[in-house]
Nanobody, 119 residues
Framework: QVQLTESGGGLVQAGGSLRLSCAASGRTFSSYVMAWFRQAPGKEREFVARIRLSTYYADSVKGRFTISRDGSKSTVYLQMDSLKPEDTAVYYC???????????????WGQGTQVTVSS
């Protein structure tokens, strides 16, 4: 069992930056693929980025967002730069066992944190 707790969301102007954090507790953190997803109102949950030994990004955030992990703190981060209004969504941290962008493959989820980008 893994418990995930996100933090760091908020309101920011377009072009600004935010850093999201996801603290994990429970079973061995390093064995999981950690990912960020987001869901905007009326839209399906979509993949943003994942990390295990390497990183992988959705095309929509590539070059602007950076995912990283700190094993000593059992925490994964999402640094979001050059934010756009279309990045507005609830951002979720997830943990799973396979390298995939499909939400259903991730067994553990955080409660989500709201990110709002104003124009």
């Amino acid at each position: 069992q893994v418990q995930l707790t996100e933090s760091g969301g908020g309101l920011v102007q377009a072009g600004g930056s935010l850093r999201l954090s996801c603290a994990a507790s429970g079973r061995t953190f390093s064995s999981y693929v950690m990912a960020w997803f987001r869901q905007a109102p009326g839209k399906e949950r979509e993949f943003v980025a994942r990390i295990r030994l390497s990183t992988y990004y959705a095309d929509s955030v590539k070059g602007r967002f950076t995912i990283s992990r700190d094993g000593s703190k059992s925490t994964v981060y999402l640094q979001m730069d050059s934010l756009k209004p279309e990045d507005t969504a609830v951002y979720y941290c997830a943990a799973g066992g396979t390298l995939t962008t499909t939400p259903i493959a991730y067994a553990y989820w955080g409660q989500g944190t709201q990110v709002t980008v104003s124009s």
